[in-house]
């Protein structure tokens, strides 16, 4: 989402050609250590298991969204007075998702669903139809539940209300379409060149169906989307020293989470104990404010060249 957000659309293509097959040595190692687990019959389902791979995706999965504000001043020359005014809109647009989650959670489940293909069909920019690439991105969350259908329903019903069922079941159907949809794209994507990812991504559509749900998740999140974002941002930011890019995400990472603890203090009720549940809540308050602001950005940069003046 990065690269496609903070480039000018019409050459964000040209410029990172590579953008769908960059995979990084952990994510085999991960992939290896998981398969291992699995074969020694290790319980990845038991709670203790459950809650380690919770804290890896939110561990290593939040901070690739955590430098939006930072691309912001990056690419768009903003007075001090616009740029508040733009952090503001993401952190409402964040609250707003978290009211859902109190008020109306079935409404923020199917948001956070939708909002999580777009995002991860941005990984497959091979598949030229838009809808190809959403299908693509929702089989991440579809493969989850050929193997594992009731784990994944008793997640969204935690996340949610009972209702939520129905959206598991709806999932369920969809399942083969998404799945094929994504076939083709790593057919396409070994065909173009980009083997490793094409390899990578077969590999782990096949452990996303095998593995339990979180454990897949946590996977596919940490270790082979979140890598490339994060290099993709440190490329952009490159003028910034390693200590402070790093710095600078753990901080707003940081910042994200007790944002999240402070709202579970005050209206305890609200949310289930279950903190698998609440970590994918938070994932999904933050994922929106972010898709949105990308999206705003790409509108900017229509008209207005990138920049790389100093944050």
């Known amino acids: 989402m990065v690269t496609s957000a903070y480039l000018p659309p019409s050459s964000h293509r040209r410029a990172l050609p590579g953008r769908g097959d960059v995979v990084y040595p952990i994510y085999w190692i991960a992939a290896a ?32 969204g955590a430098y939006d504000i930072a691309l912001l001043r990056r690419s768009v020359a903003l007075n001090r007075s616009a740029l508040w005014r733009a ?24 948001l956070f669903l939708a909002v999580a293909s777009v995002h991860f069909g941005e990984d497959w920019p091979m598949l030229e ?14 493969a989850a539940t050929i193997g594992h259908r009731e784990d994944v329903s008793a ?53 996303l169906v095998a593995l339990p749900p979180v454990a897949g998740f946590a996977l596919f999140f940490v270790f082979l989307h979140s890598p490339r974002h994060l290099a993709q941002t440190r490329a952009l930011l490159r003028d910034m020293t390693l200590v402070r890019w790093i710095g600078t995400g753990a901080l707003l990472s940081g910042l994200v989470i007790l944002g999240w603890w402070g709202m579970r203090i005050i209206a305890p009720s609200r949310f289930d104990p279950s903190v698998v549940a609440q970590a994918f809540q938070l994932l999904a308050s933050v994922a929106v404010p972010h ?21």
């Not at 952090?87 to 199917?110: F, I, K």
């Open 33 to 64: 250590a998981l398969i291992v687990a699995a074969l020694l019959g290790l319980p990845l389902n038991q709670p203790a298991a459950v809650a380690g791979a919770t804290l890896v995706f939110i561990g290593g999965g939040l901070p690739h």
């Open 129 to 142: 139809e838009p809808l190809l690439r959403v299908a693509a991105g929702a089989a991440v969350i579809a």
């Open 291 to 311: 898709l949105l602001l990308s999206r705003w950005l790409e509108r900017r940069l229509i008209a207005a060249p990138f920049s790389e003046g100093k944050t």
């Open 155 to 207: 997640l969204f019903v935690a996340m949610s209300d009972p209702r939520a069922a129905v959206i598991a079941q709806i999932v369920t159907a969809a399942a083969p379409v998404t799945l094929l949809v994504t076939m083709v794209g790593i057919v396409l994507a070994w065909r173009e060149g980009s083997r490793d990812w094409a390899a990578a991504m077969a590999l782990c559509f096949v452990l």
């Open 87 to 110: 952090v503001g809109g993401y952190v409402a647009v964040a609250m707003v998702m978290v009211l859902l989650w109190m008020t109306v959670p079935l409404v923020a489940l199917v």
